[in-house]
T-cell receptor, first 111, second 115 residues
Framework: KNQVEQSPQSLIILEGKNCTLQ??????????LRWYKQDTGRGPVSLTIMTFSENTKSNGRYTATLDADTKQSSLHITASQLSDSASYICVVSRNDYKLSFGAGTTVTVRA | NAGVTQTPKFRVLKTGQSMTLLCAQD?????MYWYRQDPGMGLRLIHYSVGEGTTAKGEVPDGYNVSRLKKQNFLLGLESAAPSQTSVYFCASSYGLAARSYEQYFGPGTRLTVT
């Protein structure tokens, strides 16, 4: 069973609108949580990394939140652009080498 | 500074054939990783290396072998390809452990089809 669950599986939004992606995890022990953006046909690129002591982190129009007590994270995209069309992957790190990857949320931004 | 590069980008193999995927990084990173990505699933770790001359098994190592003879290169081998190994393979590297919040940098991927 995947220890990192993302929702929704996919979503379509209009250009300029906001959206929020969810990530729930059961990975333990917890070290940090990352959000990656993966464009079609490319490798994932890091957006944010948060440790258990951080509850929000921004990277431009991307804002990630973390609630380590409830083991939930969200990624908020503000004023979406066509270039935001991609898969967004939530990744949780334990206190060793291992990263647990979610299956991703596919975001499609339409003009 | 090319980052992480992978060769080849695409490959079609017949069942039973062998091949080697090459990963190279120019960031002087100690840690290197091979993942596979399948539809509807998260990336899964095949093998990894914590430094030149070292390798270790990840979550799904069966059917694969790796070597890290030079710090900048990490090779993934398939000795006898099977249709279940049809996937997109990603190489990644990092300066330090993921648990210490070091960034992992990914290559562009290799799309492998085994018929």
């Amino acid at each position: 069973k995947n220890q990192v669950e993302q929702s929704p599986q996919s979503l379509i939004i209009l250009e300029g609108k906001n959206c929020t992606l969810q990530c729930n995890y059961t990975v333990s022990p917890f070290s940090n949580l990352r959000w990656y953006k993966q464009d079609t046909g490319r490798g994932p690129v890091s957006l944010t990394i948060m440790t258990f002591s951080e509850n929000t982190k921004s990277n431009g129009r991307y804002t990630a939140t973390l609630d380590a007590d409830t083991k939930q994270s969200s990624l908020h995209i503000t004023a979406s652009q066509l270039s935001d069309s991609a898969s967004y992957i939530c990744v949780v790190s334990r206190n060793d080498y291992k990263l647990s990857f979610g299956a991703g949320t596919t975001v499609t931004v339409r003009a | 500074n090319a980052g992480v590069t992978q060769t080849p980008k695409f490959r079609v193999l017949k069942t039973g054939q062998s091949m080697t995927l090459l990963c190279a990084q120019d960031m002087n990173h100690e840690y290197m990783y091979w993942y596979r990505q399948d539809p509807g699933m998260g990336l899964r770790l095949i093998h990894y290396s914590v430094g030149e001359g070292t390798t270790a098994k990840g979550e799904v190592p069966d059917g694969y072998n790796v070597s890290r003879l030079k710090k900048q290169n990490f090779l993934l081998g398939l000795e006898s390809a099977a249709p279940s190994q049809t996937s997109v393979y990603f190489c990644a590297s990092s300066y330090g452990l993921a648990a210490r919040s070091y960034e992992q940098y990914f290559g562009p991927g290799t799309r492998l089809t085994v018929t």
